[in-house]
């Protein structure tokens, strides 16, 4: 092949897939095994040993994965990625290199509820803290950044508003702290943002979303940039000094720019075993092809449908960064000009009431709690994936009792539309 930096729309075609080697298949076979024969005695331990980079087991690697790995860290231009098993997976593998008991980090409050629960909740049973400030407010991203704090969180495109964080500031906070920023680009995709180029350090996923594109998987990716400097401190042991959990091997001395996404592996799917199986990865293999057309319409319905609601008289509000109206304008022509994705909420009048007889109503839209489908899908965060917050941090989460997020699909607009209408 020659030089030429390829497109996007090529890249999500070709990148990290070349004709099976031995039948010629042309699309990446589903690698369905668990191991794989070793040459010898010799080559088994070089495995082992990091000494060669191979398949030994399919809890850390599997072809197929793999090549879903290289195809997500070329659209996102990172060194490399690692797939797990869900989105959640995949915050708790980016996580686990860095952190330590006593350790935290400082999250968007708005956040996919979720994680919200996650960073709240569950982080407790590892001994990390998250604190949790408006990224809005640059100075209180600063202010809650302490000696302990090993990562900053956020949202491109937050879920469920579809607010868009100035990834540009907060990684000029990180870089001062000499921390990483963690983008969680979900709801934006590489089609829409590239987190890296916006000085971010690690990108995750939930490839269970716009990714795949269709329902079908759940999957998550974390991506890195390679351009953090493990070694620069003392706050990354796990990366800058000899691994107890790997036989002393310094990650970030041995691996360079890939030692996150070796450690990701060698350790993090090795112990955690949050690992994709190789038919999830197929599925999201088949969507990741159509990324930029799905995006494209999603876009393209999700702006009509958001002008069709600001000027109804049953309507409220309408969060859609897309709009002329929207606060987040500026920076969406920033952080993600070909548009603010296909995600966003809508206040109705009536409250809580009618959020709830309009869901019931709904015919094309599928209640469902998931986003990112081809399907248009609605639910009310409320009562549902933002049930575990107070009425004070559904509010700042964006998702306060009178508010319906839609996940605005790639059907005919005006359908969309109609059964908006009918149902409200
Ligand atoms: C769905 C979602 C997650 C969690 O992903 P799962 O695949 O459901 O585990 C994380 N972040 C965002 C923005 C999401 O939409």
């Known amino acids: 092949m020659t030089e030429r930096k390829q497109g996007f729309d090529t890249l999500q075609i070709h990148a990290g897939t070349a004709p099976d080697p031995t039948t010629g298949a042309r699309q990446v076979p589903i690698y369905q095994t668990t191991a794989y024969a070793f040459r010898d005695a010799e080559h088994a331990a070089k495995l082992f040993n990091l000494e060669e980079v191979g398949y030994i087991y399919s809890r850390l690697t599997n072809p197929t994965v793999g090549a879903l790995q290289n195809r997500i860290a070329a659209l996102e231009g990172g060194v490399g990625a690692v797939c797990c098993s869900s989105g959640h997976a995949a915050q708790i593998m980016a996580l686990f290199p860095l952190m330590q008991p006593g350790t935290n980090i400082v999250a968007s409050t708005r956040l996919y509820g979720g994680t919200l629960t996650q960073f709240s909740q569950t982080f407790k049973r590892f001994g990390w803290s998250a604190t949790f400030v408006d990224f809005d407010d640059l100075d209180a991203v600063k202010a809650a950044i302490d000696d302990n704090t090993r990562a900053i969180f956020c949202e491109t495109i937050a879920n469920p508003g579809g607010y868009i964080t100035d990834l540009d500031a907060v990684s000029v906070i990180a870089k001062d702290a000499g921390i990483p920023l963690i983008v969680d ?240």
């Open 185 to 424: 680009n979900t709801t934006a995709t590489p089609y829409l943002c590239r987190p890296f180029d916006h000085g971010a350090t690690l990108v995750v996923h939930s490839t269970t979303k716009y990714m795949t594109g269709n329902g079908t998987v759940t999957g998550g990716c974390v991506v890195d940039s390679g351009n953090f400097d493990w070694m620069a401190s003392d706050k990354f042991p796990s990366l800058s000094q000899p691994e107890p959990a790997y036989h002393g091997l310094c990650f970030g001395a041995a691996l360079g720019p890939m030692a996150f996404t070796f450690h990701g592996i060698a350790i993090g799917l090795r112990d955690l075993g949050m690992t994709m199986n190789p038919q999830g990865a197929h599925y999201t293999l088949m969507g990741i092809e159509t990324l930029s057309l799905r995006m494209q319409r999603h876009v393209e319905n999700a702006a009509k449908v958001a002008e069709w609601l600001e000027k109804d008289d049953r309507v409220a509000a309408v969060t859609y960064a897309g709009l002329a109206s929207s606060p987040y304008k500026e920076r969406m022509s920033r952080i993600c000009p070909k548009g603010a994705g296909g995600l966003f909420t809508v206040a109705l009048k009536g409250g809580y009431d009618a959020c709830v007889a309009t869901v019931d109503k709904m015919e094309l839209f599928s209640h469902v709690a998931n986003l990112g489908d081809t399907r248009s899908l609605v639910i009310h965060p409320a009562s549902t994936t933002h049930r575990q917050l107070s009425e004070a941090e559904q509010v700042k989460a964006g998702a306060s009792p009178d508010v319906l997020r839609l996940s605005i699909g790639i059907e005919d607009v005006a359908d969309i539309i109609a059964d908006l209408d009918q149902a409200m």
